[in-house]
């Protein structure tokens, strides 16, 4: 186990775009240890509340805090939050191992984090090749690399195993699992119920920006697509 340990505290959470109540009045704790799953209908709010969470969009009202901590106030990120969001944008002139190189450089990461992440992501075969040349897949490797180059404490995914092949989607979810039993916490947005219902230990769902469901989820017990298909009917 790590030995500080840091959660994620979401309290009343809410995000308005002109007319569009996109998250409201959203409560929830992301724990140690724990893969959390965060679900819900297209546009329920899921992007919203991860992107406030990391201190990309400006809350209405509300707070959340790493740790006890708001993202934009802490010291070094990159190595308490690693965060995969949709249509991660790298410089497509870049190499995998270059693109990793100015991230660690920019957080005076120990070299040796480059091939270390390469290796984890199984990217170290395409690491010197330019990024432009990826395919979805290889590029969503190299997003979770970049988010795991700090070693951080918490892991924040929106969609991660989008363009991820079947033994990528296998990887992933061993990686999430085993991230989780170092004592970890992994916050984790997916439309993919039977991929997330095998690993998570609790499922957050929202619809319509309210959070509408939290279970706690036990691998033969629950039926993740019935809870999901009740609570956002
Ligand atoms: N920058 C923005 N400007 C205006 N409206 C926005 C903006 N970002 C999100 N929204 C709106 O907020 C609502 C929630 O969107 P959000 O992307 O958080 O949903 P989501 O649950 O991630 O959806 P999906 O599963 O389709 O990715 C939607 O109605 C969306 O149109």
New binding site residues.
Partial sequence: MLPTMTAITVTDLSKS?GA?R?VDQVSFTVEPGTVTAFL?P???????TLRMILGLVTPTSGTALIGRTPYNRLANPITKVGAVLEATAFHPGLSARAHLEVLRTAAGLDPARVNLVLEQVDLTQAADRRIGGFSLGMRQRLAIASALLGDPEVLILDEPSNGLDPRGISWLRGFLRAHAHEGRAVLVST?VLAEIERIANRALIISAGRLVRQAQLTPDSTDLEHLYMEATS
């Fill in positions: 775009f569009v996109a819900g297209n546009g329920a709010g899921k992007t919203t439309h």
